[in-house]
Nanobody
Framework: VQLQASGGGLVQVGGSLRLTCAGS????????IGWFRQVPGKEREGISC????????YYVDSVKGRFTISRDNAKNAVYLQMNSLKTDDTAVYSC?????????????????WGEGTQVTVSS
C-alpha cells in the first residue's frame, strides 16, 4: 500500500504546477483524498479535500480560486492544479487517504500518507 505525491518543482510567482497523488497496491476510489502542505517549523495544513466520488470538495481560504482538486478513479489518481502561485505556497505537499467530514468537507481520519513533493515558488 503506497501513496506517492509527484509534480513539485521550482516555479516563479504567478506560475502553475500540477501535483499528482497516485496509489500503488491501493484503490484510492474508496477514500476521500486530501492534500496537505508543511513548512519547516509550522504545523501541517490541510489545503484541499475531495470525496471518494468527487462530488464534495474543500479548499482552505488561502488557495480558493487558485487551486483545483480533481480525481480520476479509473487511473487511481488525484490531482491538484495550482495556478497563480505565491511565495507563501512554498512547502512540502503531501497527499493522504481518509474520510471527509460532511459538515465542512475537510478531510479527517487520514489512514494512509504518501511521501511529499517539494514546491518552491520564487519571486
Amino acid at each position: 500500500v503506497q501513496l506517492q505525491a509527484s509534480g513539485g518543482g521550482l516555479v516563479q510567482v504567478g506560475g502553475s504546477l500540477r501535483l499528482t497523488c497516485a496509489g500503488s497496491g491501493f484503490d484510492l476510489g474508496g477514500y476521500a483524498i486530501g492534500w496537505f502542505r508543511q513548512v519547516p517549523g509550522k504545523e501541517r495544513e490541510g489545503i484541499s479535500c475531495i470525496s471518494s466520488g468527487g462530488g464534495d470538495i474543500y479548499y482552505v481560504d488561502s488557495v480558493k480560486g487558485r487551486f483545483t482538486i480533481s480525481r480520476d478513479n479509473a487511473k487511481n489518481a488525484v490531482y491538484l492544479q495550482m495556478n497563480s502561485l505565491k511565495t507563501d505556497d512554498t512547502a512540502v505537499y503531501s497527499c493522504a487517504a481518509g474520510f471527509i467530514d460532511f459538515d465542512d468537507y475537510k478531510c479527517v481520519g487520514m489512514e494512509y500518507w504518501g511521501e511529499g513533493t517539494q514546491v518552491t515558488v520564487s519571486s
